[in-house]
Every structure is written in C-alpha cells, then in structure tokens.
C-alpha cells in the first residue's frame, strides 16, 4: 500500500513536472513572438521616420534654392541698376553705406 503511495505520488509529480517544462516552453514562444513583434514595428517605424526625414530634407533643400533663386534674381537687379547709374549718384549711394561696408577707424 505505502509503495502504492509512493509510486501515484511519483506519477503525479512528473505530471507536474512535464506541464511546468510546457509552460516554461509555452512562456519563452511568447517572449520570442514578442521580441520578434517588437523587433519588426522598430524596424518599420525607423523606415518610416527615416523616410520622412528624407522628405523634410528635400523639401527644405527645394525651399533653399528657391529662396537662394529670389536673393541671386533681386541682387543682379540691383547689380544691373548700380551699372546703369551716373557715377554722381553711384557716389552717393556708396558714401551713404560705406559704413557698413568698412569697418570703422
């Protein structure tokens, strides 16, 4: 009888012991689904920031050259006006910003 005993106690703790091995088993597939999850929206959420990085540099990059485009545009107009100016009021105009031009001294 005690061997009896025994024997069903033995039984039921290698029962015990098989469900915790599949548990523990079961509980590492879920940190591996997990960390594979994770791993893959990290990697799509980079791609989709460094696409969007890469859209804010070319827009801002078209912007520059615009802006780049009006100040090369109204500087030839001025450099064309300055041209066809008389010398008397070329003086002028240079002795009202040679200041700026010049350090002081």
Known sequence: MAKEIIREI???EEEVQQKLELEKNRGQEK??????TAEKEIREEKERL???LNKAVEEARHEAEKVIGEM???TNSRAELLKNMEDAKLE???EKHIGTILPEG
Do not use: G
């Open 50 to 52: 460094d696409a969007s």
């Open 31 to 36: 940190i591996e689904n997990a960390e594979k």
């Open 92 to 94: 002028a105009v240079i």
């Open 72 to 74: 090369l545009q109204q």
């Open 10 to 12: 033995i039984e039921v």
